[in-house]
């Protein structure tokens, strides 16, 4: 009888103890989640503060595009204003890449404007920002990865449940971009540069150089032998 109570104390001494542990990971990993959260907002609002002196920028070379400019600059804040949940946040962005990517197409057409010292230190800076809110985003979406597993997994899926941990939404850029395409940095000869659309295509190989005809008379055709 004392060999019983001792087996089933154990045992629920071992369920609480993995209830405890499962529910200080699930707490973890959601702080996490929103730590991770908050460094794309941070990224996502330096590109904002960004946006405004690129256009000015441009502006200064062709003031006549007063369309592109006056989208990019409802697209900023749309997407600035956005406060929903990171799909809607994601959704909100692909208008002001398609914005960024008709400013960055009117400045292929000045070259001086390329050229410009200014213009280019924001470009650069817009670049560093695109790759820290890539990195920030891919560790993101891990962090939203492991927890939703452990969400749906049994015997963790019995914690979520009970403490209302309910899976989280991964920021989907790339879908929300589908029809921008990603931003693109580039470096050239002229310094670096930023690109917005879908991947280049290379170029094709050069056909091969025709082959030149030996100078001089061609040799006779050899003599056929007399039947």
């Not at 699930?26 to 405004?52: C, G, H, M």
């Not at 400013?103 to 292929?108: G, I, P, Y």
């Not at 749906?152 to 403490?163: N, R």
Request: aromatic share 10%.
């Amino acid at each position: 009888m004392g060999w019983t109570i001792a087996i089933i104390g154990g045992i629920i001494l071992l369920i609480l103890i993995f209830g405890v542990v499962s529910y200080n990971r699930f707490v973890s990993q959601r702080q996490l989640i929103k730590d991770a959260w908050a460094n794309i907002d941070t990224e996502l609002r330096r590109r904002y503060d960004l946006i405004p002196n690129l256009v000015e920028s441009v502006r200064g070379y062709a003031s006549h595009e007063r369309t592109v400019f006056e989208n990019v600059t409802r697209a900023r804040a749309a997407a600035a204003s956005a406060t929903g949940s990171p799909a809607e946040q994601a959704a909100a962005e692909g208008p002001l890449v398609a914005a960024l990517r008709q400013l960055f197409a009117v400045v292929e057409n000045y070259p001086d404007l390329k050229a410009n010292q200014n213009f280019l230190a924001l470009q650069q800076e817009l670049a560093n920002t695109e790759d820290r809110l890539q990195t920030s985003r891919r560790f993101y979406n891990a962090n939203v990865r492991d927890y939703n597993q452990r969400v749906k997994q049994f015997p963790s899926v019995i914690i979520a449940s009970t403490f209302n941990f309910e899976e989280e939404e991964f920021f989907e850029v790339e879908d929300a971009l589908r029809e921008a395409g990603a931003p693109q940095v580039a470096f050239g000869g002229e310094g670096p540069g930023v690109t917005f659309g879908g991947p280049e295509v290379p170029p094709a190989a050069p056909p091969p150089a025709p082959t030149p005809e030996p100078s001089g008379t061609p040799p006779p055709p050899p003599a056929t032998p007399d039947a």
